[in-house]
Every structure is written in C-alpha cells, then in structure tokens.
C-alpha cells in the first residue's frame, strides 16, 4: 500500500464537497504481475442522460528540496498512470490534483507550462486551507 501524500485528506474531502463520490481510496491499476496505486478513483453523476463521470487523481505535494525534481516524479507518474488508464478504462479521465501555492510556483513557471501544454496535464487546483477546489485544469 503506498504512503499517502500530506494533502490526501484535504483533497478527497475537497471532491466530496465538489459532488464527487470516492469510489477507490487507492484506485489500484493492474500492470502485467504487478499494481499502482493512483491515490484516489471518484465519480459522479451527471445529467440523467449522460450518465456517470469517473476520474482518477493523484495527489502531489511539490515540497521537496526541488520543484524541478518533483514535476518530474510528477509527470513520470501522471504519465505511466494515463498510459494504464487508457488501456483499462478509458472513460476514466486522469487528473493531478496540487495546491494552490505548488500551481503558482511550479506550474506558472516554464517547465511547468511545458508540462500542461506538451503533456495535456489535466489538474485541480486545491486551496488546502479551505479545504476547496479553486480551479479545474482541463
């Protein structure tokens, strides 16, 4: 069972407060013989018509000595989990959620907008004092 990231807790009560409903606290993600561990599996229900909307997210705290170096767990991560997703279920969309002072830093700068532009990073920006969702990502 991987370690929970410090903000886990802040993020899923966040999405609950959103609508979302946690389905997965982790979503395990089969590889081959062995597993990963996306920290959270969430849905919610849309319009009668359209049915229910499923997400994966994985919850990054960007407080390591370098942002650098924890945009590239990040992406590598993000990455390897779309890659899984895509193949297990597709109707699932992958998001990285981060706070609203790791977005302001890390994701304003130009390694940062590489990463949203060239990799199609979707993101929900998290105001962990509030303990709510300030900015969905695309």
């Known amino acids: 069972m991987p370690q929970r990231d410090l903000y886990h807790l802040t993020v899923r009560n966040a999405l609950i407060a959103d609508g979302w409903t946690i389905t997965h606290d982790p979503y395990t993600l089969p590889a081959g013989?062995?597993?990963v561990f996306v920290d959270l599996g969430a849905e919610r229900l849309l319009a009668a018509e359209r049915g229910t909307e499923r997400i994966a997210v994985e919850?990054?705290?960007?407080?390591?000595r370098s942002s650098a170096t924890d945009l590239e767990?990040?992406?590598g991560q993000y990455l390897l989990y779309r890659g899984l997703l895509l193949r297990q279920?597709?109707?699932?969309v992958l998001?990285?959620?981060?706070?609203q002072s790791a977005y302001d830093t890390v994701f304003v700068s130009v390694i940062g907008?590489?990463?949203l532009q060239d990799y199609?990073?979707?993101?929900?920006?998290c105001d962990m004092?509030?303990?709510t969702i300030s900015q969905w990502i695309p």
């Open 73 to 75: 767990q990040a992406l």
């Open 95 to 99: 998001y990285l959620a981060v706070s």
């Open 129 to 131: 004092e509030q303990g």
């Open 33 to 35: 013989t062995q597993n």
């Open 113 to 115: 907008q590489v990463a």
């Open 89 to 92: 279920e597709p109707e699932r």
């Open 59 to 64: 919850i990054k705290g960007f407080i390591g």
């Open 120 to 125: 199609h990073l979707k993101v929900i920006v």
